[in-house]
């Protein structure tokens, strides 16, 4: 266990798989964490799960329900850590969703904008408002890390939705990197594929390929995921991880299926 270093983090989507694995590591590696999800509940779990490593996991480990998906929501969270920290030093754009997996035509309208409000929209409406706090800090800057997705390379089948928000969520890096220079604000983007959580189920069960074949495929732990944002959030601000890909060795990825 490494000391205390309190600097602020703030992960979405912690409720749960990767956000919840990060925002424990988090706490694990010193760092007081905001944890930020649509369920008061799922949050308090997480954090339960967090222990108590330094004898202040109330002042550690804090919850705030928050719908990224919504402006003023995102804007009174941010509100809160202002208020509450006066400070961040890093954000983990990790709340996303799936939709079911149908042929392109068939995918509801509804369900496409719902995965362009969660995936792309919420990074953004975060990004933004972390950049105001990083901005006007002092000492100024901090890291943005977002979660992509082996899909942010190549699709699956019948999965236009996501796939299409996480691409997005490549520019939305590129730029931001690229716009918070000259404020000292490294953004980069982690790109996991297989990782076990609830929402991976299905991939190790048997899962539709290219071909139009149901296969399983391999995972891993989520904590290797979680402990890789920890190792990019550990860099100082002069060196960023720009894009870093973690993958079940054996998933089939890397040339023809």
Known sequence: MNDPHNRIALVTGAGSGIGRATALALVAD???VIFTGRRLEALRESIVQAGDPFGDIDARALAAPADVTRPDSVSALFDFVRARFGRLDL?????GIFTPSVPLEDLPHGQWSAAVDTNLTGAFLCTQQAFRIMKAQRPRGGRIINNGSISAHAPRPQSV???ATKHAMTGLTKAAALDGRQHDIAV???????AVTGLSEGIGAGILQ??????????IDVAHAAKAVVQMAALPLDANVMFMMLMATKMPFVGRG
């Open 30 to 32: 010193g760092w007081r």
């Open 91 to 95: 954000l983990f754009n990790n709340a």
């Open 161 to 163: 939705a996501y796939t």
């Open 188 to 194: 980069g983007q982690i790109d996991i594929g297989n």
């Open 210 to 219: 290219a071909d139009g074949s149901l296969q399983g495929e391999p995972r």
